[in-house]
């Protein structure tokens, strides 16, 4: 018998400390096993319900059903609180489960850790109380009155951390609410490195900004100091012009030699000058076309020739020309066409020693095809990669062909605007191929 009461008083004990959500299955755990031991106790204390009769079987048939009851109402060993306790258990959040005097009824391991506090200690306190450090984070969403999901800040300098707050209620079968569970989530890792980057990203564009601002700086100095070289440049190459062609007065034919010595370096600096004026304004987002709906590359082309042949005079380079014979009308800034061929036709006279340059125009459908061969220098694989960028050169072509490495970056630009591309094949020590696409009708 008092092995009996002892199993009563630690059903008692269980029954004050389980959660209220499961406490109503305990009690009638309780009720169902405290029957049977109470009426076995009445002959004891001579107290008898039926004469002559006893009563246990009848306790027993009383338990039964009790325990019955228990078992189709709340699912009493059910294995679904079993699951749903291992997971309060484990899960890596922190849990605390309240009742409607928010009072701390549950705890899970994390939400130890995270309180600082023995689970027994904490359960049974007013939640004001257990997580008094952060009352005044707390108490901005008091009352409870309903879902919660926000995310709040705590410590300061190295004990600065960031918690995701998820505040639910908690409803009994009958529909009426039975308190609170709170998940606190740790994000304190997750919110600096997006402060970090929002930091780093914002360096970015301070340091882009600058830079911009340098660049436009450099590009309208450039434009300036362009603009300020060439005029006195072309009264240089033009009194010169006049001095070689006797219109000043006789000269002697070793004058004539200097003097077309000189205009030479003096057309080669106006050409240098130009360049960086035009890869200045391709920068600064001021390079524009002048389109027209008439340009006929045939006669483009004559004109670029014109201005070629004095490069290839004397030396052992043959020009071929395959022109497609029934190239269309374009739409295009004629003058900028004009300087693409020249580019593509003087970079490879430039790097050709000997052998043959071939210029291929081809009628493509919607577009034309420019295509420069020779049997030059060659690019290797890793400067292909570069080529196309201002002030590039080959190591070769620093050493052997004059040059700012503007040519084929301002062609780029150029064929770009136009709405067509450039691209290149090449092989170290047999030659290169450049290629540009044209748009016959350019786009608006």
Known sequence: MGLGFVTIGLL????????????????????????????????????SLMAQRDITPIAFAISNVIVAWGLLRYRLFDLVPIARDKVFENIPQAVIVLDMQLRVVDVNPAGVL????EKQVAIGRD??????PW?????????FTGAIS????????????????????????????????????????????????RQQSAELLVAKEIAEQANHIKSQFLASMSHELRTPLNAIINFTEMVAMGMIGPIADEQADLLNQSLASSRHLLNLINDVLDISKIQSGKLSLFVEHDVVLKE??????????????????????????????????KRRIRQIL?????????????????????????????????EGLGISPQMQTTIFEPFVQTEDGVKQAEGTGLGLPITKSLAEAHGGRIWLESTLGQGSAFYVALPIKREP
């Open 150 to 197: 926000d995310e709040f800040e705590v410590g300061q300098g190295a004990e600065r951390r960031f918690f995701a707050l998820s505040i639910t209620p908690i409803f009994g079968r009958d529909e009426t609410q039975a308190g609170w569970i709170a998940i606190l989530r740790n994000i304190t890792e997750r919110r600096l490195a997006n402060e970090q980057l």
């Open 135 to 143: 009352f005044h984070v707390l108490e901005r969403y008091l009352p």
């Open 300 to 333: 483009e082309l004559t004109f670029v020739l014109a201005l070629i042949e004095p490069m290839l005079h004397g030396r052992p380079i043959q020009l071929v020309t395959e022109i497609d014979p029934d190239l269309p009308i374009m739409s295009g800034d």
């Open 12 to 47: 008692v004990a269980h029954v004050r400390r389980t959660d209220s959500t499961y406490r109503s299955q305990a009690i009638i755990i309780l009720i169902g096993v405290s029957v049977p031991i109470i009426t076995g106790l009445f002959p004891v204390l001579g107290i």
């Open 342 to 374: 020249l580019n593509l036709l003087s970079n490879a006279a430039k790097f050709t020693d000997e052998g043959t340059i071939t210029l291929r125009i081809q009628n493509q459908g919607e577009q034309v095809l420019l295509t420069v061969i020779d």
């Open 114 to 117: 995270l309180i600082g506090q």
């Open 127 to 132: 939640v004001r109380d257990v997580l008094a």
